[in-house]
């Protein structure tokens, strides 16, 4: 419909890629939370959540990052985890 | 003798290198001094001395500030005026030396000393957070941080926001240097807007990408003097805004939009 959208939509605007890369970078530069202690609350995060479910360890992905809270018009930052679940545990047991 | 005067001493910083510190400073400095200002400009890069060439004042060093700090000579001995404009000095930094020969305490004591005799201190920071950064801005009453549109200058921008903040030194303000108004508008490089957003600081200018200061600064005549160029009337308007005027913001577009109907006017006539 929109002509002329059909041509600039075709690759994104590099500014926004550069926007974004900077806000996610800038949450990790700014809070001083180290690969380290990222670890660490990984490791943590792993031992709770196998008494319940069996995980992939190697896929489980932890990272900091900015997200928008409703009603909030500045961003917050988050620790978001990612954790596939490969099998529930019997909740029996 | 002159009567005491409570000047300001301003740090012209960025953490990253190549940003324009050193032309924002030398034209913040003489774009005071136009006003009537006095004004010493003072290069902290020791080592990596630069801001006497952008001046074209490199002939005339004698003395530099390690030898005022290790008092090898007097502190007026050691200030070079500016061959055009009556109250502008520089103060070079030391060519031989490194960043350790000068002390933060030191550099307190020297810009409070050069405060009772000018109006304004423009320190010209090196690059980095280390040493010589720390002694910069040291006894500086304003920062001011430049960064490009680019997203490593704004990432070390906002690193140094917040290493200033750390050490007292509030409210810095910023200057977007080597805008490319073609590039905003294709949504190729990030706008004022997007940074503004991203480092949560006042804006006290914004200077277009122009061959204009590359020209000046071979000359050694910083582009402020150039009234004919759009970076002159930029740095220009900075240097109002830090006298306490109220200027209105450089529109980059509009001045596009002029050039364009100046070439209209050409060749249709008025």
Known sequence: ?93 | MAKEKMGTAIVITSGKGGVGKTTTSANIGTGLAKLGYSVVVLDADIGLRNLDVVMGLENRIVYDIVDVVEKNCKLKQALIKDKRHEKLYLLPAAQTKDKTAVKPEQMVELVNELKKSHDYIIIDSPAGIEQGFQYSIAGADRGIIVTTPEISAVRDADRVIGILEANELHDPQLIINRIRPDMVKRGDMMNIDDIIDILAIDLIGIVPDDESIVISTNKGEPVVMDEKALAGKAYRNIVRRITGEEVELLNLEENDESKFSKVLKLIFGK
């Open chain 1, 1 to 93: 419909m929109d002509f002329f959208k059909m041509f600039t939509r075709k690759k994104e605007n590099s500014k926004n890629v550069a926007k974004e890369r900077l806000k996610l970078v800038l949450v990790h530069d700014r809070s001083d939370l180290s690969p380290r202690f990222l670890e660490m609350i990984k490791g943590d995060i792993v031992k709770v959540i196998s008494q319940y479910a069996e995980i992939d360890e190697s896929e489980i992905e932890i990272k900091m990052t900015k997200m928008k809270k409703e009603g909030n018009k500045s961003p917050v930052s988050a620790l978001v985890a990612n954790i596939p679940i490969v099998n529930v545990k019997d909740k029996k047991k």
